[in-house]
Each structure stands twice: as structure tokens, then as C-alpha cells.
């Protein structure tokens, strides 16, 4: 039979094929069922644990993570690791021959910096899910986005998808551009300059614009994706205050009117109501931010069975 | 499952008519059981028991003049086998639209071997309510000495006996190109 999805790790779109996200995505769109359940869990991943290691702040992965974990009977355990604990002294790669010496099936990482799921895949023999790395990817948040788009445009192939915003700093961006090109969407990137390399469109081989302005990314686009300004992230002063930004580069009703008519709009979350997105807008019946958190937890599921799902057995 | 190519077929123990007779043999039996398609509630599980069950649905229809419900399991998710597969089956949907609570369900399957299929079916029935009853319909039963766990067929197409080293293959319209029932010879290793 078609396996759907060989790899055991989940580290990044950009390693999956096009058949890959396929996979995860149909397998995704069937846990969905659960979830609307009155009993939302089914024994599937019994007796199997799955570690959340946290080094960075998140409240909605890390829940919709653990919710996929429980709903399929895994045991969950999640580790918040600021960075001051790490300062006692130990080493990414001890932390992870720690926590894997307590052989769990799967541990789910984010991380400040770009390629640690990657290191950690090396260390590890359990399964690494990557929740998000520095500014490289979010795997999951693209998958849920796709699926999201899929159940309002039916398709991917031959979108127009506008992403606005601090691409720059974002791994939503990276994960989403790879997938959605991959799919054979075509992807149209804007924000200040400061935060829209150039060189951008250098991501990937194909389908990818960046465009000078924001208006000209949502000209007809199918589906626009907002970016939250993540000031975390920016060491240095990218554009003059949060009022300009808002006046340049948020998305409002006007700059909206340019999509088309039946454009919808999705954010990551958590949203600068009135910075990158007015709330006119987000609460609008376009706004389908509320969806991309519901389908968040099947695409975990999705993932976390994929990664999992017959391990013990070998190979 | 090995290659469907490289398994050589013994026998055909049924063809097409005769496997339509065995539906509506089983029909009968479920409405003459049941006294009528009252609150009967035909499950047919993924992937050969889904076109049988909607056959007895059909024929339940013609006799009875009323349509009985209708649902689907997948039973991926409850295998007791997950660990040992090799890798991740593919999931498909579970679709009980309708409450199962105090109805009697018909499970409906190809083929009852070990009998951990429906120890599956019914752990998910379970997890979504309280039927009044529950039923087992097979089009063919492979004989209680291959029973695994103490589950046996309440409806059976057909009776037969097999040897471990055979498979039975039902072959439907949906999934093959003709239909029937055979007796294949698996491949020595």
C-alpha cells in the first residue's frame, strides 16, 4: 500500500514533497471528525509519550499540541525551558540525550534558533516535531493555513496567496512559501522594505514575487496572509513607530477592496489588533483566523500519528 | 498484505449472483431478526464492508419499504496492531451522523477471520454511545478455529473453512474488476 508519509521527522516543509503535504493534509482532513466528537479521543497513540520542549513563549501551539497528544491517548508532557534554566550550563544536545534517555516516542521542539529540531533529530531516537525554529520554519502553522485554504478554495493550485507583513523575521512565511509553492500556488510577499529582502525570491525556484507594495501583493489575490510584527525579534529599528506601520502596511477594509471579492484572510496569531490587521477586518466573515486554530489540532494530530504511528515495530 | 500479482487463486466460491443472492439472504435475516428496519442501523466497515453494507441498506429498502440508517467506520485508529504494521496506515473518516444511542447496529464486514477487526469496531462504537444491540453481518465467515477473541458473525454469507496459508479475497465492484469471492494461495517465503 502508498504510505502517505515515510519520514519520521517533521523539520520542515521545504524537506517534504509534494506528495508528503498531501499526505498529511488528507490524513489531517480525517481527524478532523474527531475532534467534533462528544468523545474527542480515540486509543490510537495508547501508551505512547510525547515531550513539548519549549524554549520559547507559546500558549497556542503548544495547547494544540498537547490537545492532538491527548485526543490520541499519548501521554503529554510539556517542558517550558526559558532560557535561564538552560544557563545552568547544559548543552542543547545534553538536554536532548536527557530527556531522550527517558525514551519517549516524540518531542515536539521550539526553539529561538534556527536548525535545533534539526541538531536534536541528529541526537535523538525519538521522533522531533519542529513547533517553529528561530526564523526558519513552523511547519504545522503551514499545514493548518493550507488546510484552511483548502476548505474554503477547494484547492491550492493556482492561487494567488499575498503574505504581508515582517517576512524577514518570520518562519510562518518561510514554511507557507515552500508549501504553497509546492502545491502550485502562486505566492506575492510585501512589508517595509527593511523587513522584505530582496533576494527573497530566492527562496524558492518558483512562484515567488516580492513586491514593492502592499497594495500590490493583494491585487487579486485569492487569500491574504497578515505576519504579526514580531518585535521580540527585531534588534534593531525596521520601521519608525507602530502608528506608520499601521497607516503603510496594515491590512484595512480599503486596501482589502483590491483582493478579490471572495478573498479570505488568514493570521498566525497572536494579532496586533489595529497594527497589522484592523479589527474591521479581523472580525469579519473573511477572517477565518478562529479556523486556522481549529484545524490546527487535526493537523497535529495528523503529524504526531504520522510520526509515531508504528515506530516501536522497527526500522 | 502481500502483492495482490503474486497470489495465485484456488477457487472461486462465489460469483456475482450468487453473491447478490448472499445480500439479500443477509437483508432478510436482519429485518426478520430485527422484526422490521426500526431504529436498525447498518455500519459498514472500511473498506470492503462499506459497499456490502450499502447493498443490504438498498435490499432492507426494497423489503421493508423504509430506508434503515447508515453509517461508516474506520477502525485504523483502534488497531491493536499500530505497533507492528510497520508504518502508519492511512486514517479514514468515521461518519455516524446519526446518534447511535438505543439503536440496534448491524456492523457489516467481508470477511471475519481473527475477530480483531470487529473487537476494533465495536471499542469505537463505544466511544460514541450506547446502542441497544449490536449485530455482525459477514459475507463470509473463515470458521471460529481462527477466532482470536471470542467474537462471532450473528448474519454469514457463507461459511468457509480455510487454512491459515490461504486468503479470501472479496472482490467488489467499487474496488476490483469483477466481483465475487475467491480463495487464494499465499506465497511461500
Redesign the interface.
Known amino acids: 500500500?502508498e504510505?502517505?508519509?515515510?519520514r519520521r521527522d517533521l523539520l520542515g516543509i521545504r524537506e517534504l514533497t509534494e506528495a508528503d503535504i498531501r499526505g498529511i493534509l488528507d490524513?489531517a482532513?480525517?481527524?478532523r471528525?474527531?475532534n467534533a466528537?462528544?468523545?474527542k479521543?480515540?486509543?490510537?497513540l495508547r501508551g505512547k509519550t510525547v515531550i513539548n520542549l519549549f524554549f520559547e513563549n507559546s500558549t497556542r501551539t503548544r495547547t494544540s499540541f498537547e490537545l492532538a497528544a491527548k485526543r490520541?491517548s499519548a501521554d503529554a508532557v510539556n517542558i517550558s525551558v526559558s532560557s535561564s534554566s538552560v544557563s545552568k550550563g547544559e548543552t542543547l544536545v545534553d538536554t536532548a540525550l536527557n530527556l531522550d534517555a527517558m525514551q519517549p516516542d516524540c518531542i515536539v521542539v521550539r526553539h529561538g534558533s534556527a536548525g535545533v529540531p534539526h541538531q536534536l533529530a541528529k541526537v535523538s531516537r525519538a521522533a522531533v516535531v519542529n513547533a517553529g525554529d528561530g526564523a526558519n520554519e513552523h511547519p504545522t502553522q503551514a499545514l493548518l493555513d493550507a488546510m484552511t485554504i483548502r476548505e474554503h478554495k477547494k484547492k491550492i493550485q493556482g492561487l494567488e496567496v499575498a503574505i504581508v507583513g515582517d517576512i524577514l523575521h518570520s518562519r510562518v512565511a518561510r514554511s507557507n512559501i515552500h508549501l504553497l509553492t509546492k502545491l502550485g500556488a502562486k505566492v506575492r510577499v510585501a512589508g517595509p522594505g527593511t523587513l522584505v529582502p530582496g533576494d527573497f525570491r530566492h527562496l524558492v525556484s518558483d512562484g515567488l514575487t516580492v513586491c514593492p507594495h502592499v497594495e500590490d501583493a493583494i491585487e487579486g489575490a485569492d487569500v491574504v496572509m497578515i505576519l504579526r510584527i514580531q518585535r521580540e525579534r527585531q534588534d534593531a529599528a525596521y520601521f519608525p513607530t507602530l502608528r506608520e506601520y499601521s497607516i503603510h502596511y496594515g491590512l484595512t477594509n480599503d486596501r482589502l477592496e483590491r483582493a478579490k471579492k471572495d478573498a479570505i484572510v488568514l493570521h498566525p496569531g497572536p494579532m496586533n489588533r489595529g497594527i497589522e490587521i484592523s479589527s474591521d477586518v479581523a472580525d469579519s466573515s473573511r477572517s477565518l483566523i478562529l479556523d486556522q486554530v481549529k484545524y490546527g489540532v487535526a493537523v497535529r494530530m495528523?503529524v504526531l500519528?504520522?510520526a509515531t504511528?508504528?515506530?516501536?515495530?522497527?526500522? | 498484505m502481500p502483492d495482490e500479482k503474486s497470489l495465485t487463486e484456488k477457487s472461486r466460491i462465489m460469483d456475482s449472483a450468487r453473491m447478490k443472492r448472499a445480500i439479500s439472504r443477509l437483508a432478510s435475516e436482519i429485518v426478520e431478526e430485527n422484526q422490521g428496519a426500526k431504529d436498525v442501523y447498518i455500519v459498514g466497515i472500511r473498506r470492503r464492508g462499506v459497499p456490502l453494507a450499502e447493498r443490504i441498506v438498498d435490499k432492507i429498502a426494497e423489503i421493508e419499504g423504509e430506508m434503515p440508517l447508515f453509517g461508516i467506520i474506520d477502525i485504523t485508529l483502534y488497531r491493536d496492531d499500530l505497533s507492528t504494521v510497520g508504518a502508519s496506515p492511512i486514517v479514514n473518516r468515521t461518519e455516524l451522523d446519526t446518534d447511535i444511542d438505543d439503536k440496534i447496529i448491524v456492523l457489516v464486514d467481508d470477511v471475519l477471520y481473527t475477530g480483531r477487526t470487529i473487537r476494533a469496531a465495536l471499542d469505537q462504537l463505544m466511544d460514541f454511545g450506547r446502542p441497544r444491540k449490536v449485530q455482525l453481518a459477514v459475507l463470509i465467515d473463515r470458521g471460529r478455529e481462527h477466532r482470536e477473541l471470542p467474537i462471532q458473525a450473528d448474519f454469514v454469507g457463507k461459511t468457509v473453512p480455510t487454512k491459515q496459508s490461504e486468503i479470501i479475497r472479496v472482490m467488489l465492484k467499487e474496488y476490483d474488476e469483477v466481483e465475487g469471492v475467491g480463495i487464494f494461495e499465499k506465497p511461500s517465503e
Open positions: 500500500m504510505k502517505p508519509y515515510r490524513t482532513e480525517n481527524f471528525e474527531i466528537r462528544e468523545i479521543k480515540v486509543p490510537t490520541l495528523a500519528y504520522l504511528g508504528g515506530s516501536a515495530g522497527g526500522s
